[in-house]
């Protein structure tokens, strides 16, 4: 059974009643993603398909999918106009991206839209919040949103990958081909394996961890929060070392180490530096950093940027892998990951009739909303930026 197959079966009778009584024709503008290096895209053709099947008109960027081996074909099979401008993309009243919205497309929102994106907290700036709250959107952030669990499932998603994925980079970094040590991360019969440490016991360290137990790899994991470390025991259901972050031990761990990720996640935005470049000089030549946590700065003090394009260097002998965007290298798996949740989302605003009625009844989606109507919503990037925000429940009270 297909997916959309799948959603559809999850409908009851008395929901495709109410559908019909109810529907109302959404317009979904999908662009290509203008930011540096982003190669995902925010609906598969799957996604467009099932949606277009509801009765919904999607629009699509040509050259959108592209990126996530998803040609323009696959959008219009699915149902999608292939639009050649930017601007025709975004005459629609939802639009549905991965990277929060660059300056060339800011210009061309439209009054009272509706955005579906990232936000990067990181990186974005109280003008980028003044421009959508002039022009009253309704903006959406991946981050904020939540499940029927109250769980986060695009962040979730996304840090899955990102844990798997930095295993299968560290283990590439490793081999002859690309002047590593020239050993096999997991070793074989009589040979011992190599050696991970993991820095942060969260859901990213929680999958690097998986994929370095199933290539065989020995692991070690440092985290400062006992309860954090207690559940990737539990959920991995393997016996593996863990320690708080105790300067002594992670260095004795470290220089013993073939592959070391950062995976430590800050609430505050900055990640604080765990790894001091004198420790990084201790380990082993031909080793190799993953910092995942680059995005908010980097967990190694001798962590810096790079790109897709030049992904590492070498610093005191240690091979540096610092891209803040993992998932994108592997865009089509995060592409479904990311439509996966979204699709659901879309159906829903069509089941309730408009998007303030689906708000109202989930409680998860509406969490996510941080500008409603050009009215801030979100009081951390109130306080942040000092603009007055207004609870969305509040907004939400005058509308019932």
Known sequence: MTYPEILQSTVTQEERVLVQQRKQQLFIGVPKEAHFQENRVALTPESVALLVNNGHKIVVETGAGKNANFTDRDFSEAGAEIAYTTKRVFEANIIVKVAPLALNEMVHTQLNQ????????????????????????????????????????????????????????????????????????????????????????????EFATRTALGLGAEVRVFDNSIYKLMRLQNNVNVRVFTSIINPNTLLNELKHAD?????????????????????????????????????????????????????????????????????????????????HVLTPILLKAERYGNLDAMLINNPGTRFGIYIYKGALTNKHLGSRFDIAFTPIDLLMTSIQ
Do not use: W
């Not at 604080?272 to 420790?279: D, S």
């Open 114 to 205: 509706i955005i579906f994106s990232a936000l990067h907290l990181p990186t974005v700036g109280k003008n980028y919040l003044e421009a959508l709250m002039q022009r009253k959107i309704t903006a959406l952030a991946y981050e904020y949103l939540k499940d029927e669990a109250g769980a986060y499932p695009i962040v979730r998603a996304i840090s899955e990958i990102a844990g798997n994925a930095s295993l299968l980079i560290a283990a590439e970094y490793l081999s002859r081909t690309n002047n590593g040590q020239g050993l096999l991360l997991g070793g074989i019969s009589g040979v011992p394996p190599a050696r991970v440490v993991i820095l942060g016991a969260g859901v990213v360290g």
């Open 259 to 339: 592959v070391a990720i950062g995976a430590i996640h800050s609430g505050a935005g900055r990640t604080p530096t765990i790894v001091t470049e004198e420790m990084v000089s201790q380990m082993r030549p031909g080793s190799v950093i993953v910092d995942v946590s680059i995005d908010q700065g980097g967990c190694f003090e001798t962590s810096k940027i790079t790109t897709h394009e030049h992904p590492v260097f070498v610093k005191h002998g240690v091979t540096h892998y610092c891209v803040p965007n993992i998932p994108s290298r592997v865009s089509k798996t995060a592409s479904s990951a990311l439509s």
